[in-house]
């Protein structure tokens, strides 16, 4: 974690050493690019490299060792993807899930629209806005897209963002 703090935009790793420095004046990535720096480290610098502890890179003892522990992935992979993602709850409309100024639909949702007074659980994906997935009163989750399909793929805060210039 400490290369992070390199990086322009760094919070630190507490108030005293931001001091009156301006994370957001200064940021040059976008998240996508920082998942990405993220990830390269990990996989590259971080595996490779000595490990303090272990004497040797962790990929050498991964390697070592990845037979003898069965690897369990999880049965639903998308449901547990969604286990992180953030959620509010909304009402279903006839018009479909209103979710910060943005509408969304599935063909899935019609047979439910009316039929609830409950509102459903949206989990959304802070880095891709073009869907969000919705809970049944059934339980099951359907994905739901824009109902403009005109609209480009955004980030919440770009969302955010354009809602707030068109104001």
């Known amino acids: 974690m400490g290369r ?6 760094t919070t630190f790793s507490n108030e005293q050493d931001l001091g009156d420095y301006d994370p957001k004046r200064h940021a040059a990535l976008t998240l996508r690019e920082l998942e990405q720096y993220i990830a390269l480290d990990i996989v590259g610098a971080y595996h490779q490299s000595i490990h303090s502890t272990l004497s040797r890179p ?3 003892v991964w390697q070592e060792h990845e037979g003898e522990i069965p690897l369990r992935l999880p049965e639903d992979r998308l449901r547990f993807w969604l286990t992180f993602l953030p959620e509010q709850e909304r009402t279903l409309r006839p018009t479909g899930i209103h979710l910060f100024g943005l509408r969304y639909w ?29 809970r049944r009163p059934s339980g099951n989750f359907v994905e739901a897209r824009y109902a403009d399909l005109t609209l480009p793929q955004v980030t919440l805060h770009e969302a955010v963002t354009a809602r707030r210039a068109l104001k």
């Open 4 to 9: 992070l703090h390199l990086l322009p935009g």
């Open 58 to 60: 962790p990929l050498a």
């Open 106 to 134: 599935s063909a899935a949702l019609s047979a439910d629209v009316g039929r609830t007074k409950r509102r459903l659980l949206v989990k959304y994906d802070l880095r891709d806005m073009s869907r969000v997935f919705v």
